[in-house]
């Protein structure tokens, strides 16, 4: 018996670009041009910042240097929504 698919809420990205994370909690919604910022050591410091496991900024809420050096940090993956 065929499994009918997921609702498009469910499983695939935002239409006008961007995408979902998705997690226990729900998940987390990023938009084109945002910087999604996951950090293997909650509370983590880095760049001025006290990083939470996984964060969504604002397209321009970190600068270029600041971002360079969370993505430099072995303890970081830094992700640039498109």
């Known amino acids: ?8 809420a469910e499983n695939s990205a935002p239409d006008a670009g961007g995408a979902r994370v998705l997690g226990h909690g729900g998940g987390i919604e990023a938009k084109s041009g945002d910087v999604i910022v996951v950090c293997r050591i909650p509370d983590f410091r880095r760049a001025g910042i006290t990083h ?14 600041q971002i360079d050096a969370i993505a430099a940090d072995p303890q970081f993956e830094v992700i640039k929504v498109n």
């Open 1 to 8: 018996m065929a499994v009918p698919p997921k609702a498009k």
């Open 52 to 65: 939470k496991p996984l964060a969504v900024y604002a397209d321009g809420e970190l600068t270029d240097g």
